[in-house]
């Protein structure tokens, strides 16, 4: 079975600065997918950024990017320029790349952004 | 364009009583997801649906959770006999296709508290 790991309950960030997220997973498949998501205090989750395995190229999106380390099975989130409509609950995620029906959660970060 | 809601967003129930949660996804959006979320958890995987069949279940707790997505769109997941443990923020999600790929947009969440 897939498992994702975040081994960081909680992490602060000074407003402007960089803060990176870490995320570990264990898989045997060679294809699937690789999300984060963001769930402020309202509780929708919205999706951040996604990286697809298969890619060697880190996935960007604004201030946000990931570093990808498939043979570490690595996946974390660095956030530039941290705002405080940043500051959110962020969840790691596995998905198989077939189907999208075992999509698997880690625990989850829950970020603090000092003004 | 209208994003996936839920309903209700609040319920208490009495231990024994039965509840019925409500999940409107996109319309158009092919597969349907419910989770389980603990307080201070990652969302759990319950149940999946590809248009009105129920492809996956493994992850209801028990044969008092039943989910149901009778015409391809909306869906509801019913909870008989209510327990202490069924407290958490049940999350409805939706993605246009099946593949592991695709974007998961999720709803607000039902908090379902059980005294």
């Known amino acids: 079975a897939q498992t994702v790991t975040q081994s960081q309950p909680e992490m602060s960030v000074q407003e402007a600065e960089t803060v990176t997220l870490s995320c570990t997973y264990d898989t045997s498949e060679s294809d699937y997918y690789l999300f984060w998501y963001k769930q402020p205090p309202s509780r929708q989750m919205i999706l951040v950024i996604r990286q697809e395995a298969y890619k060697q190229q880190n996935a960007t999106e604004n201030r946000f990017s990931v570093n990808f380390q498939k043979a570490a099975k690595s996946f974390s989130l660095k956030i530039s320029d941290s705002q405080l409509g940043d500051a959110a609950m962020y969840f790691c995620a596995y998905s198989f790349a077939y189907n999208n029906n075992d999509m698997r959660f880690g625990a989850g970060t829950r970020l603090t952004v000092k003004p | 364009g209208a994003g996936v809601s839920q309903s209700p967003r609040y319920k208490v129930a009495k231990r024994g009583q039965d509840v019925a949660l409500r999940c409107d996804p996109i319309s158009g959006h092919v597969s349907l997801f419910w989770y389980q979320q603990a307080l201070g958890q990652g969302p759990e995987f319950l149940t999946y649906?590809?248009?009105?069949?129920?492809?996956?279940k493994s992850g209801l707790p028990s044969d008092r959770f039943f989910a149901e997505r009778p015409e391809g769109s909306v869906s509801t997941l019913k909870i008989q006999r209510t327990q202490q443990e069924d407290s958490a923020v049940y999350l409805c999600?939706?993605?246009?296709?099946?593949?592991?790929?695709?974007?998961?947009?999720f709803g607000p969440g039902t908090r379902l508290l059980v005294l």
């Open positions: 649906f590809q248009n009105e069949a129920q492809l996956d």
């Open positions: 999600a939706s993605s246009l296709g099946v593949a592991g790929v695709e974007t998961q947009y």
